[in-house]
C-alpha cells in the first residue's frame, strides 16, 4: 500500500511540473502578445475542480495524460465574424506561432536549468563512463566472448557512429536487442571490424554486449568485525590489485572467492596514495569472503556557473539526438517497443528516483521534460508540432487553410493520440506479463 501510494505522489509531482512548465510557455506568452486565456487545464476531459480568476478557468480534468490551455476563438472559424483584440485568431501568425512553440521550449529549458543546477551541485558518477572504451573484462557466455573481441581492444566505433567513451557504448548496445552489430576496434595498433550478434536482456529489450571496461572497484560498505575492518580496509578506498593482479570490477568477487583462508597483499588508492593492506578472505561455505559491499569507483562532477551551463546544453542535445535516434530505430524496427514508456512506467520510475533522493528525482524530470519537449515539436496533429506545422505552411502559401482542412487535420491527430495513448498504456501493462504480448494471445 506505501508503495502504490508512493508512486501515485511520485507521479503526481513529476506529471504535475512537467504540465505546468508546459502550459505557462503556451500562457506566458499568450499574454505577453494580449491573447485571452480562457481555461488552463491538468489533465483533459471533464472538469472536476478549480477555480476562475478573470477570464481563465485553472481546472483539474478527469484524465490525468497531460493538460491544455485554451484561447479566445482557438479552434472557431466563422466567416465574417469580428474578431476581439484578444482572440487568438486576430493575432499574426508569428504571435500565435511563439505561443505554440513556447510550451514545448520550456520543457527543454527546464531540463538545461535542472542539469546545470546539478552540475553546479556536483554528484558523484561513475569514473569509467567518460574514459575511452578499452575492454578490461569479458563475461563467459556473453555475446561478447562469442565474438572476435578481447580484452584490451579499444572501442572506436558501432555500427559506424563513433564512440568515444563508454557511455556512448552502453547507449550504442543497449538500443539494439538481438542486433547483429559491426565493432570497429583498435588492437595492437591495428583496426579491424568485428561483428557482434546482440542479446535481449530484461522486460525492456535492452541489449546486451558481455564486455565492460576497466572498472575500478571502490569500498562502499564495510561489515563491523569483517576481515576487511580487521586489514585496514576503509569505507572509499579504491582496490588496484590483489597479489600483484590488476583487478577490475567484475574479477574483484573472483579472486577473493578463490583465495579462502589465504592472506592477500590489496594494492589500494586512499586519498590519492597508494599503500598495502594483507587481507586474509574469512571461509563462507566454499568461497572466501572479505565483508565489503563494493561499488564502481566514482569521481564527483562539479562545476562552476557557466561551465555548468555548457555542460548542461552538452548533456541535453546528446540526449535529444539520442532520443531522435531511438524513434528513427524504432519506426524502422531497429528498437524493440518495450524500451517505450508510458505513464505507468515514468510513475515506477518516478518512485524510484523519489526514493534516492531531492537530485536524482530532479535529473529524472529533467530526462522526462527533455523528451516531452522534443516529442511535442514533431509534426503530429494534436502535438504542437501540428499545430506549429499549419502555421509555417499556411506562412508558405500566404494565407489560411480552409477550416474544413484544419478540421480534417486535428481529426486525424485526435485518432493518432487516442491510439498512442492506448498502446503506451498496454504496452506498459504487457511488459508486466509472464510473456509480454504473448500472454494476450488465446492459443
Known amino acids: 500500500m506505501i508503495n502504490v501510494l508512493g508512486t501515485i505522489l511520485a507521479f503526481l509531482i513529476v506529471f504535475g511540473i512537467l504540465v505546468f512548465i508546459h502550459e505557462f510557455g503556451h500562457f506566458f506568452t499568450a499574454k505577453l502578445v494580449g491573447i485571452r486565456v480562457e481555461v488552463f487545464s491538468f489533465g483533459y476531459g471533464k472538469r472536476l475542480f478549480g477555480v476562475k480568476k478573470g477570464h481563465t478557468d485553472y481546472r483539474i480534468s478527469i484524465l490525468p495524460m497531460g493538460g491544455y490551455v485554451k484561447f479566445l476563438g482557438e479552434g472557431v472559424y466563422e466567416p465574417g465574424k469580428v474578431l476581439e483584440p484578444d482572440d487568438f485568431a486576430a493575432k499574426t501568425r508569428f504571435q500565435r506561432f511563439m505561443v505554440i512553440l513556447m510550451g514545448p521550449v520550456m520543457n527543454i529549458l527546464l531540463a538545461v536549468v535542472i542539469v546545470a543546477g546539478i552540475n553546479m551541485v556536483g554528484v558523484d558518477a561513475p ?18 566472448s562469442k565474438s572476435d573481441l578481447l580484452p584490451d581492444d579499444l572501442i572506436l566505433a558501432i555500427n559506424g557512429r563513433k564512440t568515444a567513451t563508454w557511455t556512448d557504448v552502453e547507449i550504442a548496445v543497449g538500443t539494439k536487442p538481438d542486433r547483429l552489430l559491426t565493432i570497429d576496434i583498435r588492437r595492437d595498433g591495428r583496426e579491424v571490424s568485428v561483428p557482434m550478434q546482440t542479446e535481449s536482456r530484461t522486460k525492456y529489450d535492452m541489449g546486451y554486449a558481455g564486455f565492460y571496461g576497466k572498472i575500478l572497484t571502490q569500498v562502499q560498505m564495510i561489515s563491523p568485525g569483517s576481515p576487511a575492518e580487521n586489514g585496514g580496509l576503509r569505507q572509499g578506498d579504491v582496490i588496484k590489485a590483489i597479489n600483484g593482479e590488476p583487478v577490475y570490477f567484475y574479477r574483484f568477487v573472483e579472486i577473493v572467492e578463490a583465495n579462502a583462508e589465504k592472506e592477500c597483499e590489496f594494492l589500494i588508492e586512499r586519498d590519492g596514495a597508494e599503500m598495502t593492506l594483507r587481507i586474509t578472505p574469512r571461509r563462507e561455505g566454499d ?84 523528451q516531452l519537449g522534443i516529442l511535442n515539436l514533431f509534426p503530429i496533429p494534436v502535438f504542437d508540432g501540428g499545430q506549429l506545422f499549419v502555421l509555417v505552411v499556411e506562412g508558405i502559401i500566404r494565407r489560411d487553410l480552409n477550416p474544413k482542412a484544419r478540421q480534417i487535420w486535428m481529426q486525424i491527430g485526435f485518432v493518432i493520440f487516442v491510439v498512442l495513448i492506448a498502446f503506451v498504456i498496454l504496452n506498459d501493462i504487457v511488459k508486466r506479463l509472464p510473456h509480454g504480448w504473448s500472454s494476450l494471445l488465446p492459443f
Open 127 to 144: 569514473e569509467y563512463q567518460d574514459q575511452a572504451p578499452v575492454i578490461g573484462w569479458i563475461e563467459p557466455g556473453s555475446p561478447a
Open 287 to 370: 568461497v572466501g569472503k572479505i565483508g565489503v559491499m563494493q561499488t564502481a569507483k566514482s569521481v564527483i562532477k562539479k562545476y562552476a556557473f557557466f561551465p555548468a551551463i555548457g555542460q548542461s546544453f552538452k548533456e541535453n542535445k546528446r540526449l535529444a539526438f539520442l532520443v531522435i535516434d531511438f524513434l528513427k530505430n524504432l519506426i524502422t524496427g531497429q528498437a524493440s517497443a518495450k524500451q517505450l514508456g508510458g505513464p505507468l512506467e515514468i510513475a515506477n520510475f518516478s518512485y524510484a528516483a523519489l526514493k534516492m533522493g531531492f537530485l536524482a528525482l530532479m535529473s529524472w524530470i529533467a530526462v522526462i521534460s527533455l
